[in-house]
């Protein structure tokens, strides 16, 4: 395996640890042609539902103190996730939503103000991130400013080798609570619906059948430090 494909695998792996769910997940039977080939790769219950907004790099938030107005601060997310308030110092932010950091910076001040009310607010969201993986000319990480489709972000990669089979491409995507949820979609040209993407979504265009996809997770499952749940089209199965 390439130097370059592993450091994807491991990146794809990241997004993918980082939104893991331990919680318990029903095995039932999947969609025709797909049961078997997922028999062993969980995911959970696909939904279109908007989850909470979680924080990342690059967004740039206000943290107002209504009771100190002088400790009010305009922060940018830095690279490791984190930020900078006076007295207190670092604190982690990625990976947060807005009323988790609220909550902890509150805490953080609890030892040095009298009445430590914090409001947090998204001031700018930073650009968002995709990995596209599989049989297209320049697979890896990409950053989004602005909307995208799907198809577009395959696209953005490249387009689709000779070998591509883009009516069966495997969106992944970070449900509600933090779970993995997947979805298999039709991009050829001319055919796909616009499908627009969120941060950190995967997409992944298989070269022969959904069976491929088996492989792909394999390896990302294989770099996780821990198990997530995962379904296919609406149909649930167990974690890892």
Known sequence: MSLDRRLFLFAAAGALGACASNGPAARVAGPAGASSDFADIPFATWTDAEPEYVLSVNDEIDVT???AP???RQLKVGPDGRITL???GQVMA??????ELQGEVAAAYASQ?????VEVSLRQAGPIRVFVAGEVKTPGVYEINGDMDAYQAVIAAGDYTTIAKPEQVALIRRGPGGSRMIRVVDLRPRRAVAIAIRRNDIIYVPRSNLGELANFFTLIRNALPVGFSYSINGNSYAQF
Not at 113 to 117: A, H
Request: no cysteine; net charge neutral; glycine share 4%.
């Open 65 to 67: 103190m209504p009771t």
């Open 70 to 72: 002088e400790l009010n």
């Open 86 to 88: 006076p007295l207190i």
């Open 94 to 99: 990625g990976d947060r939503t807005l009323m």
């Open 113 to 117: 103000l009298v009445r430590p009310l």
